[in-house]
């Protein structure tokens, strides 16, 4: 018994430390704010703990995002939706003259994917963090089609958005 104890907890600690960070910044993305996306993980990982290894052999990641995904949802809901989920990407990058360095078009394109649907903004922040679109769609429930889809759109709309194709053109 405290053999299965130690590698479970050794299991635990291994996807903390493989996933913790992706998953925060994961999180993150979708809820905005870093003690949000604090609380939503370290949810995440507390059911992590109540499940057998043998249950998630080979699929700990999609697990754990889905969870995650699953937690910030939740957290939205409660906060009584989706404050910062425009259905448009808004032109409120600053000034072309002014952003000539490239913490300002970083800055410009995260305000840019904050403002994308949720499900646009969850589909990207997965597939940056290098998921196929298989363990997106496994993550997020989406049809694997769908999440082509979606990612699609988030990109296109990205790219097409003046104020970032100014900056881009510098």
């Not at 957290?75 to 032109?91: A, F, I, P």
Request: aromatic content about 6%.
């Amino acid at each position: 018994m405290v053999a299965k104890s130690g590698q479970r907890q050794r299991w635990v600690l291994q996807a903390l430390e493989q996933y913790e960070a992706r998953l925060l910044r994961f999180a993150a993305r979708l809820l905005g704010d870093d003690d949000s996306a604090r609380d939503a993980v370290q949810h995440t990982f507390l059911r992590l703990c109540d499940q057998p290894p043998e249950r998630l052999d080979g699929r700990v990641g999609p697990w754990l995002f889905a969870v995650c995904r699953n937690q910030a949802v939740d957290m939205l809901r409660r906060r009584g939706g989706e404050s910062n989920c425009d259905e448009t990407v808004l032109d409120d990058c600053p000034d072309p003259a002014d952003a000539a360095e490239r913490a300002d078009l970083s800055e410009c394109v995260n305000r840019l994917i904050d403002r994308l649907p949720l499900p646009q903004r969850e589909a990207l922040a997965l597939w940056s963090e290098g998921f196929s679109y298989r363990q997106i769609a496994a993550a997020t429930g989406a049809a694997e089609g769908n999440v082509r889809v979606i990612v699609h759109r988030a990109l296109k709309s990205l790219r097409k958005n003046p104020a970032l194709q100014r900056l881009m053109d510098q």
